[in-house]
């Protein structure tokens, strides 16, 4: 089976690399309220993704909605081990970025985050693996594609 | 971004690791938000100091910082603890989680802070005057002190008000500056007669409105009697900043950047105009109440925490009744009111009542749907908004004087 391999310029929220599945959604994801740390599952029954396991998986999801308690569910995540292996927004999410900041400084672990174009937000879909590099502001998307 | 010298030293470690560390994510998260430069501010209120919300992560953060030796710089407040930190155990609070509130509060203790543990700063001091530039966490509070006092914050969130705290700084840009808090959205009120000065209910459900359709737009609203008062300006606030993320508004003739239309909308056109009638609120207010029959068994008021002169009004609308057997009701209010209202005998006469006053806390954190209750009646549209998903209760809202008959009677009509 082939595999078709695309590089993308990403913008650097929070630093780090990180590598995974890619779970993809159009809509705003609520953390505070939203996900449950203990587990990394989506837990808003308002979201398509809702039962869905984040943990290990590249996020991607056009930016965080609900309250500012958001960065701690993320530090939290970060501090059990549920968090996922980075995320990738459309819009620029200070409030959340603080979340894989302090947890980096607290726990020494890293949650890269990087912004796209809408263009390259839009490429994504499920089933690719997504390497995010936020130190040198690129994202390495690998897709199934059929044999030719 | 631009340092000063000062800032420079700060970040290196030269003036010690924790005003380091607390530089270090300021200038990270001002970069994010596009700041050139950091500002001094005067006054901080911390949220995240409740360990219900924080969770273990936030305790981790403050408890790293106070082993570095953080001290406050600034005058510092703090918002709700997860308990009432002096009779915990009288509302039924578990030892362990009151074992890592105890945690939490010794933590900002050792910062400094000043233990308000209030959601609800501006009714108690310090109070920042007009135009001063200060960090506030918690959104009703940072909605209220921005619009109503004129102080200018952001809309910050946990940790980095901590951050700002141990540093005097904050990043130069959104609400701290001028252009940006210009109204954008005229809200003509259109269709009210008197209601608008004897109801105090509609004030919530205009924040709920506002919230909702404005999300973090400034609205500029015409039409609120000039008489209203500062406890309506807090329900306005909580709930839009619940509905919604308002972080400002302006009220014509009433707060203190919009003496006329044309200046609060700094001179511009707005970019939308919208009438709000009595039937939009209805319509709110039929959301928000989510009870089918009239009958409550739990009645909260203080969300924000309660201010002396809506005790006041409590206690003048109980008439000297007592709350019914079987229902519970429970006020929430800050220190410095409970020592107000002990001082001039407020205090007996509620006890006397049967109600029960917590402070230092706030209800949404009370395992409510595990102690039983099904119905909670309030004043609050934050309370309820959040009431059904955070506490499984239905919700009936009303006025303090409804929310009293309510709890002499259990009904709420």
């Known amino acids: 089976m082939n595999k078709k391999k695309s590089v993308f310029p990403a913008r650097k929220l929070t630093a780090g690399v990180g590598e995974g599945e890619a779970l993809v959604t159009e809509n705003p994801l609520t953390f505070w309220g939203g996900m449950d740390p203990a587990t990394g599952t989506i837990i808003d029954a308002q979201h398509e993704l809702c039962g869905k396991k984040v943990s290990g998986k590249v996020l991607v999801f056009p930016y965080g909605a609900g309250s500012s308690s958001g960065c701690g569910v993320i530090m939290e995540m970060v501090r059990l081990g549920t968090h996922p292996a980075a995320m990738v927004n459309v819009e620029k999410d200070p409030v959340l970025a603080l979340g894989p900041m302090l947890a980096q400084e607290l726990y020494g672990r890293s949650l890269p985050m990087v912004t796209v174009s809408k263009t390259v937000f839009n490429y994504f879909k499920k089933g690719d693996t997504l390497r995010v590099d936020a130190n040198k502001g690129k994202i390495v998307c690998f897709r199934k594609g059929l044999d030719k | ?413």
Request: glycine share 10%; hydrophobic share 40%.
């Open chain 2, 1 to 413: 971004m631009k340092l000063t010298l000062e800032e420079k030293a700060m970040l290196s470690g030269r003036k010690g690791e924790a005003i380091a560390f607390g530089m270090k994510i300021i200038t990270q998260l001002g970069e994010l938000y596009g700041a050139e430069e950091l500002i001094p501010i005067s006054q901080v209120h911390v949220d995240g100091c409740c360990y219900q919300t924080a969770g273990d992560a936030g305790l981790d953060f403050a408890e790293k910082l106070a082993r570095m030796g953080a001290k406050v710089v600034v005058p510092t407040t703090t918002n709700v603890s997860g308990r009432d930190i002096q009779r915990w155990r009288r509302f039924r609070i578990p030892e362990s989680l009151s074992e890592k509130s105890r945690r939490m509060e010794k933590a900002y203790l050792s910062m400094g802070v000043i233990p308000t543990w209030t959601c609800a700063p501006y009714l108690s001091g310090p109070l920042p005057r007009f135009g001063e530039q200060i960090v506030w966490a918690e959104s009703n509070a940072i909605a209220y002190i921005n619009s109503v006092v004129g102080a200018r914050t952001h809309r910050y969130g946990d940790y980095i008000d901590v951050c700002a705290a141990i540093t005097g700084r904050a990043p130069r840009f959104g609400l701290h500056l001028s252009e940006n808090r210009r109204g954008e959205v005229l809200v003509t009120l259109a269709g009210f007669g008197r209601e608008l000065s004897t109801d105090t209910s509609l004030y919530g459900l205009l924040g709920y409105l506002l919230g909702r359709l404005l999300g973090n737009r400034i609205p500029v609203v015409e039409g609120v009697p000039l008489n209203v008062t500062a406890d309506c300006l807090k329900a306005l606030s909580a709930a839009g900043a619940a509905s919604g993320s308002l972080a400002m508004f302006h009220v014509v003739g009433v707060t203190p950047e919009a003496p006329t239309v044309k200046q609060a909308l700094g001179g511009r056109k707005p970019k939308e105009r919208i009438r709000v009638t009595p039937r939009q609120l209805k319509e709110i207010k039929a959301e928000l109440h989510t009870a089918r029959g009239d009958r409550v068994d739990v009645i909260a008021l203080g969300c924000p925490h309660f201010s002396y002169s809506e005790a006041w009004g409590f206690l003048q609308a109980m008439a000297g009744r007592r709350v019914k057997k079987g229902v519970e009701c429970f006020i929430y209010t800050n220190r410095a009111i409970w020592g107000d209202l002990v001082a001039t005998g407020l205090a007996r006469g509620l006890e006397r009542t049967g109600v029960r006053v917590a402070t230092d806390t706030c209800i949404l954190h009370w395992p409510l749907a595990r102690w039983g209750f099904k119905t909670l009646a309030t004043n609050s549209g934050k309370y309820a908004k959040y009431a059904p998903s955070l506490l499984g209760l239905d919700v009936a809202y009303g006025d303090i004087a409804k929310c009293a008959e309510a709890a002499v009677t259990g009904r709420m009509t």
